[in-house]
């Protein structure tokens, strides 16, 4: 499975601050055989990122894309409105499950407004910006996330449990 990272992060585009997360969600899915297909760091802007998300899934270039940032509170934080501005079909059990998880850490995982939804044969999920948030959240998900990921691309050969 093809996997591609989007950064939003106002200071990071600028070079202020350097983005750690998004290199930790590269190095979490190559330990899990996961494909590396590219990265993308932009500033906190829907259009963009939603621009950036359509670019990659109808080229076809990743079977997932795993965003960091911009899903809390601040006015510039647009990464959930973005991703379902370019989703044909939402996923919620994948947010409610990542908050769910990250409630065990910190009660402030209540307040992730992530998002998760389906472009053509891309899931699009978005994750915190934090490296501590997003080792939590990927090691959670990856169980489920391959099942899906077969499916969504045709490659699940049983999908019945006994």
């Known amino acids: ?19 750690l997360s998004g290199p930790l969600i590269r190095t979490l899915c190559e330990a899990q055989g ?3 297909a590219g990265y ?29 940032g911009g899903t809390g509170f601040s006015p510039r934080d647009v990464m959930p409105e973005a ?4 989703t044909e079909r ?7 499950a990542l908050r769910l998880n990250s409630l065990k850490y910190t009660d402030r995982a209540m307040l992730s407004r992530a998002a998760a939804g389906i472009r053509g044969r891309t899931l699009i999920v978005n994750l915190p910006g934090s490296p501590k948030a997003v080792r939590e959240n990927l090691t959670y998900l ?5 099942h899906g990921l077969e499916i969504l691309t ?9």
């Open 154 to 162: 045709d490659k699940a050969h049983d999908c019945a449990r006994s």
């Open 34 to 36: 996961y494909v590396w």
């Open 40 to 68: 993308s760091l932009l500033p906190d802007d829907r259009a963009m990122l939603a621009e950036e998300m359509c670019r990659i899934c109808d080229e076809g270039l990743a079977d997932l894309i795993l965003t960091t």
């Open 1 to 19: 499975m093809r996997f591609y990272v989007i950064t939003s992060s106002d200071s990071g585009f600028r070079g202020e601050r350097e983005d």
């Open 90 to 96: 939402a996923v919620p059990g994948i947010p409610e």
């Open 142 to 146: 990856f169980g489920p996330l391959r």
């Open 83 to 86: 991703t379902l501005d370019v």
